[in-house]
């Protein structure tokens, strides 16, 4: 089994930072894509960035200039560095990892349990 453990969600003004941690741990060999999605209340759960295990990134329109992604693969963490926070950056953000077994021949995505972000005007 796998769990993905985040934190630094809060409440911030807009224009504010946060940073979101995500750690990877269990019967881990590998992990391909890292990545964080939000989902606001009444909408569906969409990409906000992804990265993967070579560094190659990829950022929703709506966050590009303002969110950083990073990962350290030996720690199996992942971070967003979030700034010039909006309030429609305002909802829960999940972690998601792509993530090998040991003894397991294929990538299998999993997902943390989500901590609120919310940004006041």
């Known amino acids: 089994q796998v769990q993905l453990v985040e934190s630094g969600g809060g409440l911030v003004q807009s224009g504010g930072s946060l940073r979101l941690s995500c750690a990877a741990s269990g019967n881990i060999f590998n992990i391909n894509a890292m990545g964080w999605y939000r989902q606001a209340p009444g909408k569906q759960r969409e990409l906000v960035a992804d990265i993967l295990s070579d560094g190659t990134t990829n950022y929703a329109d709506s966050v590009k200039g303002r969110f950083t992604i990073s990962r350290d693969n030996a720690r199996n963490t992942v971070w967003m560095q979030m700034n010039s926070l909006k309030p429609e950056d305002t909802a829960v953000y999940y972690c998601?990892?792509?993530?090998?077994?040991?003894?397991?021949?294929?990538?299998?995505?999993?997902w943390g349990q989500g901590t609120q972000v919310t940004v006041s005007s």
């Open positions: 998601n990892a792509d993530v090998r077994e040991i003894g397991l021949g294929f990538h299998v995505p999993y």
